[in-house]
């Protein structure tokens, strides 16, 4: 069987390949049947390394969101990589984040125009984000990756919450007669794992919950339960 390729620019292919030095292949493990097309994936974040295992070695088509500074011009994305990625999340001294950012920075843009996210926002312009979703989903048969997790202290083995915008998503489908399977999953980096729950339907998790926080808190449960797997088929 051929090796299924991203839609991406040929640049951008070759690019990752080059990636492949830094981000090793993962082992992955789908405990029900793998993504196909038209799904949301949660997962966990592990700062770049989620990411990068999915985009660089996914067999199955994925479209990612991505808070829009780091899908908008250089200025704002060292802004944002120096004082809430690398400051913030992964805990560096300040300055020398603005230090390595002068480098990181221009590469990451270059990576991100290459990596064709959505951009989320925590405004109206949502919106904009719900549309391109849907179209990604519905039109280009893509798996849409979300990375909801709040990290106020970093980015932490047990997740601490997770953003409701994939809810809003799902029930804007829902209202268009889209019943979206959801897949949680969870990314060991130290073991190189990648773990996959079977899908959940919407309509489903809807039976399941009354609420978008009851919705939010059962599929962080089940995300973080993902967090103690072993893997025995190795």
């Not at 949660?42 to 770049?48: A, D, F, I, P, Q």
């Not at 500074?69 to 300055?95: A, C, D, F, V």
């Not at 312009?125 to 970093?154: H, M, W, Y």
């Not at 990648?194 to 489903?204: A, D, G, I, R």
Request: charged residues 25%.
């Amino acid at each position: 069987m051929k090796k299924y390729k991203q839609k991406r620019k040929l640049w951008y292919r070759g690019l990752k390949q080059v990636m492949k030095i830094r981000y090793k292949k993962p082992h992955y493990v789908f405990l029900g049947e793998k993504p196909t097309n038209g799904a949301i994936i949660l997962s966990n974040h592990e700062g770049t390394d989620a990411p990068m295992a999915l985009e660089i070695y996914a067999d199955f088509p994925v479209r990612m969101w991505g808070t829009y500074e780091m899908n908008s011009g250089l200025k704002r994305l060292y802004k944002y990589q120096t004082k809430i990625y690398y400051h913030e999340k992964k805990h560096w001294n300040l300055h020398l984040a603005r230090l390595f950012c002068l480098l990181a920075s221009p590469l990451t843009h270059l990576f991100y125009k290459g990596l064709n996210l959505i951009s989320t926002y925590q405004d109206s312009r949502f919106r904009t984000t719900l549309k391109q979703s849907i179209e990604a989903i519905v039109d280009k048969k893509e798996n849409l990756v979300i990375f909801p997790e709040k990290s106020p202290n970093g980015y932490v083995a047990e997740l601490e919450g997770f953003y409701a915008g994939f809810v809003v998503l799902a029930q804007t489908l829902y209202k268009q007669g889209i019943d979206v399977p959801i897949y949680v999953s969870y990314y060991h980096k130290k073991e190189r794992l990648y773990v996959f729950e079977k899908p959940l339907l919407f309509s489903e998790l809807k039976r399941l919950c009354e609420t978008r926080e009851e919705m939010t808190q059962y599929l962080l449960n089940r995300c973080n339960n993902l967090s103690t797997y072993q893997d025995t088929t190795k």
